[in-house]
């Protein structure tokens, strides 16, 4: 099947649909000599995997931050010839017999699925060998980014055809020297992440079907000391920790870049967690973005994010002052008996 939007086409390959928008292709070793013409793409792509010239593996076109490069690249068997699954590593283990892959808590699940992520997690854990391919797939909560017991690594191999072996996810207990910070995903309910360019026009209609991101991003071992990115600007510090899991029992302070006690963030502002036995304490830069600029000087609320929740009956709608409007220049607020303080708006 030839699918056509815009001049531009997708393809079903070796019985899989519309691969081009899913799969990464491997010619099989036994073909030494190929033709990619349009004319002879259909024979080539073929309708079952016995037929097709190619091999059709799952690759996630959705993260372009810091894309999976598979050992494939680069590297062929022999003609005829054929890699075996080859895999190891020194900080998770594999136990190939049994199928299953056991990884310290805390470990990523890499970038798979997920837009503004940066970390490969457990991929980046593993030494694979030559002509091999990968995928995770998830079976428990998608909000986190961390191993989660029951998920699934999917490992190929290629040669004149496919040896695939599945291997379960098996997640230790959180240590109590453990003072990482993690970031957690959200969902956007409004991207659309079957759009894809071919080459400059669409070759699949936008769906705004919804996609994984990570709002904040966080660095691991870099050099000095690690960073949170893509605060907003003033971002609250409860807001901070809506998007960011610690391990249990983890405690947290901020060390404040100009020494004063806030309810918002500051570029500059530390994180500093201490483990649950308080053996170990580790720090985070803060980064956070500039102000965005804008023609429109009108304020869109006045809140106070820690209001009691028996103040309803004043007048306020939520946490947003009564009778806000973005003209009113002056208002006078009704505050419960006992409350010394002005709160922070």
């Not at 680069?74 to 049994?98: K, L, R, W, Y």
């Not at 901070?240 to 870049?257: C, K, S």
Request: glycine content about 8%; aromatic content about 12%; some cysteine.
């Amino acid at each position: 099947k030839v699918f056509r939007v815009g001049g531009a086409q997708s393809f079903d390959v070796a019985g899989v649909p519309d691969a081009v928008l899913t799969q990464a292709f491997i010619r099989k070793s036994n073909i030494t000599q190929g033709d990619t013409t349009l004319y002879d793409w259909e024979i080539s792509a073929g309708y079952d995997r016995d037929e097709s010239e190619w091999i059709p593996v799952p690759y996630d076109l959705t993260n372009s931050w810091n894309p999976v490069v598979f050992s494939s690249v680069g590297n062929h068997p022999e003609i005829n010839g054929s890699f075996d699954i080859q895999m190891t590593s020194e900080t998770v283990t594999i136990d190939m017999e049994a199928g299953t892959i056991t990884v310290p808590w805390g470990t990523r699940k890499g970038t798979w699925g997920v837009i503004r992520s940066r970390s490969q997690g457990i991929f980046d854990e593993i030494t694979w060998g030559e002509g091999m391919a990968w995928n995770y797939k998830e079976q428990g909560d998608t909000s986190t980014t961390t191993c989660q017991t029951g998920d699934t690594l999917n490992v190929y191999a290629f040669g004149t055809g496919l040896v695939h072996k599945a291997f379960r996810i098996i997640s230790g207990e959180a240590v109590a020297s453990n003072a990482l910070a993690l970031p957690k995903r959200a969902f956007d309910s409004e991207f659309s992440n079957t759009w894809l360019w071919y080459p400059g026009e669409e070759i699949w209609p936008p769906q705004n079907d919804g996609q994984l991101y990570q709002p904040y991003e966080i660095t691991e071992n870099v050099p000095g000391m690690d960073t949170i990115r893509y605060l907003p600007f003033a971002a609250r510090t409860d807001s901070l920790f809506a998007y960011i899991e610690m391990a249990p029992n983890a405690t947290y302070e901020f060390d404040w870049v100009d020494e004063v006690e806030r309810v918002d963030l500051m570029d500059g502002d530390i994180l500093r967690i201490t483990a649950g036995d308080g053996t170990t304490v580790k720090d985070y830069y803060l980064s956070v973005e500039d102000v965005a600029e804008s023609t429109n000087a009108s304020l869109s609320a006045i809140t106070w994010p820690d209001i009691p929740e028996d103040l309803g009956w004043m007048g306020w709608m939520g946490d947003t002052i009564p009778g806000f409007n973005s003209a009113l220049l002056s208002y006078t607020v009704t505050l419960p008996f006992g409350i010394s303080n002005i709160p922070a708006l």
